[in-house]
Antibody, heavy 118, light 111 residues
Framework: QVQLQESGPGLVKPSETLSLTCTVS????????WTWIRQPPGNRLEWIGY???????NYSPSLKSRVTISIGTSKNQFSLKLNSVTAADTAVYYC????????????WGQGTLVTVSS | QSVLTQPPSVSGVPGQGVTISCTGS?????????LHWYQQLPGTAPKLLIY???NRPSGVPDRFSGSKSGTSASLAITGLQAEDEADYYC???????????FGGGTKLTVL
């Protein structure tokens, strides 16, 4: 059974960089699209972007200038960096697995709340 | 404004059935992109409920079913149970925005 687990700081100051890591267990990171999705409090889910196991990436146009998704040095991890954060970036951040194309996100992490505040 | 539009809430009594709609446009559902449904129980991550319009992952009861036609899709739940009380989200791809998009979510209350 594939499991994903997010980790990282729960509080980030405005204008700084949000950094999260997703650890994948129970399966290979190969041949899938490793995705970040966020959910602001009381709001809809928002797709942030993905990284394919080969390293190619695709980001939401609205966040593209501030986002970097990378595969970790430990090959069962991938990471999200979102710079120049504001209060609008406060959300629960989920990592998830996709199979590419228009396939669904079939496995999700439990999510981690990141609050942007001074 | 949502790219995929869902009713904010629906309700039903145990044993009855409900339907949740998801309305898109020519750049997502109308373009033929598949529609998926997720169930989010309180305080938990979304869980895949229906994929590729009509398919249930292993372990999802057959009380849940999906359909899609043109720019609209629906999730039907029969034989409502208290444990079905959750938020339900539809999701697809939008070629105009070049993003994977979610509906605004529908809160199901089991009375």
């Amino acid at each position: 059974q594939v499991q994903l687990q997010e980790s990282g700081p729960g509080l980030v100051k405005p204008s700084e960089t949000l950094s999260l890591t997703c650890t994948v267990s129970g399966g290979s990171i190969s041949s899938y699209y490793w995705t970040w999705i966020r959910q602001p409090p009381g709001n809809r889910l928002e797709w942030i972007g993905y990284i394919y196991y080969s390293g190619s990436t695709n980001y939401s146009p609205s966040l593209k200038s501030r986002v970097t998704i990378s595969i970790g040095t430990s090959k069962n991890q991938f990471s999200l960096k979102l710079n120049s954060v504001t209060a609008a970036d406060t959300a629960v951040y989920y990592c998830a697995r996709g199979s590419g194309g228009t396939q669904p996100f079939d496995y999700w992490g439990q999510g981690t709340l990141v609050t942007v505040s001074s | 404004q949502s790219v995929l539009t869902q009713p904010p809430s629906v309700s039903g009594v145990p044993g009855q059935g409900v339907t949740i709609s998801c309305t898109g446009s020519s750049s997502n559902l109308g373009a033929g992109y598949d529609l998926h449904w997720y169930q989010q129980l309180p305080g938990t991550a979304p869980k895949l409920l229906i994929y590729t319009n009509t398919n249930r992952p292993s372990g999802v009861p057959d009380r849940f079913s999906g359909s899609k036609s043109g720019t609209s899709a629906s999730l039907a739940i029969t034989g409502l149970q208290a444990e079905d009380e959750a938020d339900y989200y539809c999701q697809s791809y939008d070629s105009s925005l070049s993003v994977w998009v979610f509906g605004g979510g529908t809160k199901l209350t089991v009375l």
